[in-house]
Nanobody, 116 residues
Framework: QVEFAESGGGVVQPGGSLTLSCAAS????VTWHRQAPGKEREFVAG????????DYADSVKGRFHISRDKSKNMVYLQMNNLEFEDTAVYLC?????????????WGQGTQVTVSS
């Protein structure tokens, strides 16, 4: 059974920071997506199985950083300078192929709310 489990969501003020965690096997390239109310799910960031290739949505480049600790089977999304528009449910998912392949497995999601 393949499982992806997110944690670390919460409420943060604009300009603040938050780090999300995803328990994920090293067999998978892992991507973070987010879905805001009334909007489609969108890609946020991805990291390859070995951690050497990353990709980011234009909207988060320079503010978010994705990394993975293979010894702990964890992937992290460090989010800095958060904006109201970053409010969404954040989901991690994985594909055994690449960060640009369709996600085969999803976590349940964690809520991030940016509010003053």
């Amino acid at each position: 059974q393949v499982e992806f489990a997110e944690s670390g969501g919460g409420v943060v003020q604009p300009g603040g920071s938050l780090t999300l965690s995803c328990a994920a096997s090293t067999r998978f390239a892992v991507t973070w997506h987010r879905q805001a109310p009334g909007k489609e799910r969108e890609f946020v960031a991805g990291i390859s199985t070995h951690g050497q290739i990353t990709d980011y949505a234009d909207s988060v480049k320079g503010r978010f950083h994705i990394s993975r600790d293979k010894s702990k089977n964890m992937v992290y999304l460090q989010m800095n300078n958060l904006e109201f528009e970053d409010t969404a449910v954040y989901l991690c998912g994985g594909s055994p192929l690449s960060i640009w392949a369709p996600v085969d497995y999803w976590g349940q999601g964690t809520q991030v709310t940016v509010s003053s």
